[in-house]
């Protein structure tokens, strides 16, 4: 099956989620073999007549639904490969990690290196170290290579509520999600606990900063990268109390603002001329974030005249 590898025009790599290993190593070397490369999740599972003379990779780990898969329909099957970019094969090697780590390289790597065998799969790997530790099994080095990101087109919209803002935190979550899939050039960056981080677990381009001390907050917030600003708020009793002050880590930030339309935001912003008022609706607010993130002339005029009323 190895010698199979040069041969191959269809490429399934197989993966638990987008990750750098497939990104650095697995793609650029199927870039250099040439032929179609397909990035499937371990629940993505083909049809077996749709395995003919295509090569599998795997990218560190085995699920069990495709080994199945493979072992069913291995005659059809022009390779078979696993990459490793860690050594997931000695147990003493990930004995010191977490548990839950080395039981799931337990179940989904090391486990696997016997059936790996059996079917003449082939092994890539990532060092030399790796290469010379598995000689025996004759594998294949493969070299990092960069990703062709284009920096200077990606934009960061942040919301930074504390715990109390939990109400405005799940009501971005559909807002989010929109935008992100409209537009592939923009990240959100939010402040919260786990909770948090389980809420936006599965949305992709959302990161989740740990809370943290007000000077260390400001700190943060004196590092340029941060475009667009959110403070939505929610028609409620705690938060007829609350003051704009939010306007200003935005504007200090660099960053223009979108506010929830009311009392509270209407007392320092004026819409269109130092940031936009919106009511709480969230179709109001993915335009305004795809607006703004595609008129940067607009957002310079936002941004003067939120400066001019620090």
Same mark, same amino acid.
């Given at each position: 099956?190895?010698?199979?590898?040069?041969?191959?025009?269809?490429?399934?790599?197989?993966?638990?989620?987008?990750?750098?290993?497939?990104?650095?190593?697995?793609? /650029? +070397? $199927?870039?250099? *073999?040439?032929? &179609?490369?397909?990035?499937? @999740?371990?629940?993505?599972? #083909?049809?077996?007549?749709?395995?003919?003379?295509?090569?599998?990779?795997?990218?560190?780990?085995?699920?069990?639904?495709?080994?199945?898969?493979?072992?069913?329909?291995?005659?059809?099957?022009?390779?078979?490969?696993?990459?490793?970019?860690?050594?997931?094969?000695?147990?003493?090697?990930?004995?010191?990690?977490?548990?839950?780590?080395?039981?799931?390289?337990?179940?989904?790597?090391?486990?696997?290196?016997?059936?790996?065998?059996?079917?003449?799969?082939?092994?890539?790997?990532?060092? /030399? +170290? $790796?290469?010379? *530790?598995?000689? &025996?099994?004759?594998?294949? @080095?493969?070299?990092?290579? #960069?990703?062709?990101?284009?920096?200077?087109?990606?934009?960061?919209?942040?919301?930074?509520?504390?715990?109390?803002?939990?109400?405005?935190?799940?009501?971005?979550?559909?807002?989010?999600?929109?935008?992100?899939?409209?537009?592939?050039?923009?990240?959100?960056?939010?402040?919260?606990?786990?909770?948090?981080?389980?809420?936006?677990?599965?949305?992709?381009?959302?990161?989740?900063?740990?809370?943290?001390?007000?000077?260390?907050?400001?700190?943060?917030?004196?590092?340029?990268?941060?475009?667009?600003? $959110?403070?939505?708020?929610?028609?409620?009793?705690?938060?007829?109390?609350?003051?704009?002050?939010?306007?200003?880590?935005?504007?200090?930030?660099?960053?223009?603002?979108?506010?929830?339309?009311?009392?509270?935001?209407?007392?320092?912003?004026?819409?269109?001329?130092?940031?936009?008022?919106?009511?709480?609706?969230?179709?109001?607010?993915?335009?305004?974030?795809?607006?703004?993130?595609?008129?940067?002339?607009?957002?310079?005029?936002?941004?003067?005249?939120?400066?001019?009323?620090?």
């Amino acid at each position: 099956m190895k010698s199979e590898l040069d041969n191959t025009n269809r490429w399934l790599v197989v993966e638990e989620g987008p990750n750098p290993s497939t990104d650095y190593f697995v793609l /650029p +070397y $199927l870039r250099k *073999k040439g032929g &179609q490369v397909q990035r499937l @999740l371990f629940c993505d599972l #083909p049809g077996g007549g749709e395995l003919e003379g295509v090569g599998i990779i795997f990218v560190r780990y085995i699920p069990r639904q495709w080994q199945y898969l493979v072992r069913k329909n291995l005659s059809k099957l022009s390779a078979v490969h696993l990459f490793i970019d860690d050594d997931l094969f000695d147990w003493s090697a990930f004995a010191g990690l977490s548990p839950r780590y080395q039981l799931k390289i337990l179940h989904y790597s090391w486990s696997r290196q016997w059936w790996l065998k059996s079917i003449s799969a082939g092994l890539l790997v990532s060092t /030399p +170290y $790796l290469y010379h *530790k598995y000689q &025996q099994w004759s594998p294949e @080095l493969l070299q990092a290579e #960069p990703m062709d990101v284009k920096r200077d087109q990606s934009l960061t919209i942040f919301y930074h509520g504390s715990a109390s803002h939990i109400g405005e935190i799940r009501w971005l979550v559909p807002v989010f999600q929109e935008v992100i899939q409209r537009n592939s050039h923009l990240n959100f960056e939010i402040i919260g606990d786990g909770r948090i981080n389980k809420l936006f677990r599965g949305v992709s381009r959302v990161q989740v900063i740990h809370p943290m001390k007000w000077p260390t907050y400001l700190s943060m917030m004196r590092r340029p990268g941060r475009t667009i600003g $959110l403070a939505p708020l929610l028609d409620s009793s705690f938060n007829k109390a609350r003051s704009y002050t939010k306007f200003f880590d935005i504007t200090q930030a660099g960053a223009v603002g979108i506010y929830a339309e009311g009392e509270i935001y209407g007392r320092v912003i004026r819409h269109q001329k130092n940031g936009l008022l919106l009511p709480m609706q969230a179709s109001a607010w993915v335009e305004a974030i795809l607006r703004l993130a595609e008129d940067k002339p607009l957002r310079e005029k936002l941004l003067t005249g939120a400066e001019q009323c620090l």
